[in-house]
T-cell receptor, first 113, second 111 residues
Framework: DVKVTQSSRYLVKRTGEKVFLECVQD?????MFWYRQDPGLGLRLIYF???????EKGDIPEGYSVSREKKERFSLILESASTNQTSMYLC????????????FGDGTRLSIL | DAKTTQPPSMDCAEGRAANLPCNHS???????VYWYRQIHSQGPQYIIH???NNETNEMASLIITEDRKSSTLILPHATLRDTAVYYC????????????FGKGTHLIIQP
């Protein structure tokens, strides 16, 4: 079974802090993704990566950056956290290839105070 | 990606088959239908996908109409653990550029 592990289930940070969310997958998947999920807005794509060292902006990249130095790890960085970044953050991975599904971690619930 | 329409909520008795409909009338020929579900406080879980033939796996069956404008996800013997939000997604490449989730159907399994 595919395992996507997010480093924390719950995280509390302060406004202005630099925040790192980590995601690791164990299936040698090339593609990795970061979403956020908010009530009434559903899941929205922040950034994704086709492979190591590659990154692409999703629908809402503002205020975020990412890092993919190793194939199994995809980090989401909040450069200067703000209260409107309080959300559930979900990481996913998928194997390259047409019609391969995405596999998700259990999410990190981040609160910015 | 084609737009999908799902009922906002459904109930089903435990042990019965749960049939979740999805309308995707603007689907194009090379788009697949994917189903995911999200149990409370967990990440979305992939269930099944298909193009035009019916598909079955250990979790569910997917029935796609001949004109491909709608589909039904079938959970053959629903249990309380199947209570979740179910998302129907139509996409060409499986989500290589990310997936667009709608509001889904909140399925409640009643004891």
């Amino acid at each position: 079974d595919v395992k996507v592990t997010q480093s924390s289930r719950y995280l509390v940070k302060r406004t202005g802090e630099k925040v790192f969310l980590e995601c690791v997958q164990d299936m040698d998947h090339e593609n990795m993704f970061w979403y956020r999920q908010d009530p009434g807005l559903g899941l929205r794509l922040i950034y994704f990566s086709y492979d190591v060292k590659m990154k692409e902006k999703g629908d809402i990249p503002e205020g975020y950056s990412v890092s993919r130095e190793k194939k199994e790890r995809f980090s989401l960085i909040l450069e200067s956290a703000s209260t409107n970044q309080t959300s559930m953050y979900l990481c996913a991975s998928r194997q390259t290839g047409l019609h391969q599904p995405q596999h998700f971690g259990d999410g990190t619930r981040l609160s910015i105070l | 990606d084609a737009k999908t329409t799902q009922p906002p909520s459904m109930d089903c008795a435990e042990g019965r088959a749960a049939n979740l409909p999805c309308n995707h009338s603007t689907i194009s020929g090379n788009e697949y239908v994917y189903w995911y579900r999200q149990i409370h406080s967990q990440g979305p879980q992939y269930i099944i996908h298909g193009l035009k033939n019916n598909e079955t796996n250990e979790m569910a069956s997917l029935i796609i109409t001949e004109d491909r404008k709608s589909s039904t996800l079938i959970l053959p013997h629903a249990t309380l653990r199947d209570t979740a939000v179910y998302y129907c997604i139509v996409t060409r490449g499986g989500g290589a550029d990310g997936l667009t989730f709608g509001k889904g159907t909140h399925l409640i399994i009643q004891p």
